[in-house]
């Protein structure tokens, strides 16, 4: 068996894009993060890190795509940088 090392460029700042999105988009939304973490059923202080400390909390894929429902809009969304 063939094995082969192909050479991809992965984003290492994407989880702090993501926490930068969620913010701007629930914002935009006007809901505070209280709201947003009743709506997607998660704690408010674990939201409030996430958004703070800029996704070094992390996020299950499963809490983003209840964020993105709650604020209603594509999960692609979060993972567009700032022009």
């Known amino acids: 068996m ?19 999105n969620v913010r701007k988009y629930r914002k935009l939304a006007g809901l505070t993060q209280e709201q947003l973490a009743v709506d997607i059923e998660m704690s408010y202080d674990y ?22 429902v709650v604020l209603g809009i594509s999960m692609d969304k979060f993972f567009k940088k700032d022009e």
């Open 2 to 20: 063939t094995t082969f090392k192909r050479d991809f460029k992965f984003d290492k700042d994407i989880m702090k894009t993501v926490s930068k």
């Open 47 to 68: 939201l409030r890190r996430f958004e703070s400390q800029l996704g070094r909390e992390g996020l299950s894929l499963m809490r983003l795509y209840k964020i993105s």
